[in-house]
């Protein structure tokens, strides 16, 4: 069975950095392009980061350009969405998911997500 598992969330003051990672549990990482998406409460979930299955290709958001850098670890089947300057508006449960395409609109398997919350 398919599965990913999200961690290291929690609560950083605005500025502040965090890194999450994604695992995978029953498959191998290698063959699939993999994305970070979030959700905030009351709105629409959105994608912020994706990488091909390489690591070779990456796209973001507008709104975490600069700040967020997204990285794979293949042989230890995780991938990585490190966090900088973090704002309040990055609070949201971040999900990673499977994706077709790294244009980061779509994911077909997701794990449960992990909260990060940006407050001072």
């Known amino acids: ?9 929690g609560l950083v003051q605005p500025g502040g950095s965090l890194r999450l990672s ?3 549990s029953g498959f191998t990482l ?10 905030a409460l009351g709105k629409e979930r959105e994608g912020v980061s994706c990488i091909s299955s390489s690591g070779g290709s990456t796209n973001y958001a507008d709104s975490v350009k600069g700040r967020f850098t ?5 042989a230890k089947n995780t991938v990585y969405l490190q966090m900088n300057s ?10 990673c998911a499977a994706v077709p395409t790294i244009d ?3 994911g077909d398997y997701w794990g449960k997500g992990t909260l990060v919350t940006v407050s001072s």
């Open 30 to 39: 290698d063959y699939y392009a993999i994305g970070w998406f979030r959700q």
């Open 70 to 74: 997204i990285s794979r670890d293949n």
């Open 86 to 95: 973090l704002k309040p508006e990055d609070t949201a449960i971040y999900y």
């Open 104 to 106: 980061c609109v779509r």
């Open 22 to 24: 994604c695992a995978a």
């Open 1 to 9: 069975q398919l599965q990913l598992v999200e961690s290291g969330g």
